[in-house]
């Protein structure tokens, strides 16, 4: 079992950066590829970023390749993603998932997941 707490969140205009960090609990997330989603008003959940247990394996969207940067911290049970060159068209809320096997980018792969934290760009 793993639990996520997002935080880094929030207000940010175009072309600044902000650097989400998920917390997880648990001895074994050196274990669990991890995933970052984003879900914007009325659309659907979609795959951002993952990294495979060691760090080793990473994947993007196509549309944040080159500004975005995932990465991990197994001693200390965080996955982070680095946002850089903010859009308006990255304004979601973005959320954490964790799964027992290897880097994914499909949601239902995903067993646990955070709570979300906010992330609006304005123009």
């Known amino acids: 079992q793993v639990q996520l707490v997002e935080s880094g969140g929030g207000l940010v205009q175009a072309g600044g950066s902000l650097r989400l960090s998920c917390a997880a609990s648990g001895r074994t997330f050196s274990r669990y590829a991890m995933g970052w989603f984003r879900q914007a008003p009325g659309k659907e959940r979609e795959f951002v970023a993952a990294?495979?247990?060691?760090?080793?394996?990473?994947d993007y969207t196509d549309s944040v390749k080159g500004r975005f940067t995932i990465s991990r911290d197994n001693a200390k049970n965080t996955v982070y993603l680095q946002m850089n060159s903010l859009k308006p068209e990255d304004t979601a809320v973005y959320y954490c998932?964790?799964?027992?096997?290897?880097?994914?980018?499909?949601?239902?792969?995903?067993?646990?997941w955070g709570q979300g934290t906010q992330v609006t760009v304005s123009s």
């Open positions: 990294i495979s247990w060691s760090g080793g394996n990473t």
């Open positions: 998932a964790a799964r027992y096997s290897v880097l994914a980018t499909l949601f239902y792969e995903y067993a646990y």
